[in-house]
């Protein structure tokens, strides 16, 4: 397990260098810089302002001083927040957006995996058909509709829910349920294809000949071996919507990590968008790992060392 980890870790120290050296220079590659738009200000000015955040450098140089400042997790300072570094935007955006995404998430997982055990059980009846409509729905309908739709009828219509804004837990049930449809559609589809295809290996058959009871035999032999493809869509899954998504996020007014980044691509403020990247993937690879150690946990039978087997 050891030599395991100590490889993965190693696995993501370079695919980070990787992604950061390619958010670098794919910025860098656009064309103007993040005073384009300050028609306004003297020339003198602005290319002080160059020389002061470094931009004058060459390119050589200013790569090398943004790899030492993500190693110190120095982000540097933002162009268009004025007295903000890209640190601070991060600390105030993601424990918003992390709040969102898990309650999202937490939706998603736990109506997904109801919906696809019963359409599975009840396979080819109106449990199964009522489902599946709810599962082709959520993928179907995009997530700015499926928002705008509870905006009117739960909060303009009924009232039972504020229309936007953050800070309570009634604004927090809307965005997370508008967030949590298309990925609490795909894990319920599947979740159902793959508890049909368990559900019909001998070891079900015969848990099901000696007596277990309906649940017994679900829920510890079929819904535990049908987990695996939903573990491995997890690890993406967890990864973004932690993280915030922009369109749910701009809609309902939610200062989240989305909304910068959003912003931030507006302003051509080069430093919040390789800064939020990074962050992006860091959340990324780590969630990846845990996916590859969860899959040690549901199935003893997968042995994780480094041997690479």
């Known amino acids: 397990m050891a030599r395991y980890l100590l490889r993965r870790l190693m696995f993501m120290f370079i695919s980070l260098f990787l992604i950061v050296s390619a958010t670098f220079f794919l910025m860098k590659a656009i064309p103007g810089d993040p005073f384009t738009s300050e028609k306004s200000v003297p020339k003198e000015i ?12 060459p390119l ?20 268009k927040y004025k007295a903000r ?9 993601f424990p918003v957006s992390f709040t969102l995404g898990l309650s999202a998430l937490l939706i998603a997982v736990s109506f997904g995996l109801v919906l696809g055990v019963i359409a599975a059980l009840y396979h080819n009846k109106w449990q199964d058909y009522t489902a ?29 829910f504020p229309v936007a804004r953050w800070g309570t837990l009634q604004q927090v049930v809307l965005p997370a349920f508008a967030l949590s449809a298309l990925p609490m559609a795909f894990i319920a589809r599947l979740t159902r294809s793959n508890m049909l295809e368990v559900l019909a290996q001998d070891y079900i058959k015969t848990a099901k000949s000696k007596g277990m009871s309906k649940f017994t035999t679900t829920y ?11 573990i491995t869509y997890l690890g ?27 912003t931030s691509i507006g302003n051509r403020d080069y430093t919040v968008i390789m800064g ?9 690879l780590f969630m990846i790992l845990l996916v590859d150690l969860a899959y040690g946990i549901i199935d003893p039978r997968i042995k994780l060392s480094g041997k690479g087997k």
């Open 46 to 57: 602005l290319e002080s302002m160059k020389e002061h955040y470094g931009l004058n450098d």
């Open 60 to 79: 050589h140089i200013q790569y090398v001083k943004y790899l030492g400042s993500v190693a110190t997790w120095d982000l540097g300072p933002s162009f």
């Open 276 to 284: 939020t990247t990074v962050f992006y993937s860091i959340i990324l």
């Open 132 to 160: 599946m409509v709810i599962a082709v729905l959520g993928i179907s309908v995009p997530s700015f509709i499926l928002a705008t739709f509870l905006q009117y009828v739960f909060a303009m219509k009924l009232g039972w």
């Open 220 to 230: 510890r032999h079929a819904l535990r071996n049908a987990l695996m493809p939903v």
């Open 236 to 262: 993406p899954l967890s990864a973004s919507i932690l993280t915030g998504t922009f369109v749910i996020e701009r809609i309902f007014g939610i200062p989240g990590l989305g909304s910068h980044f959003v």
């Open 85 to 93: 570094t890209v640190n601070d935007i991060i600390n105030d955006g």
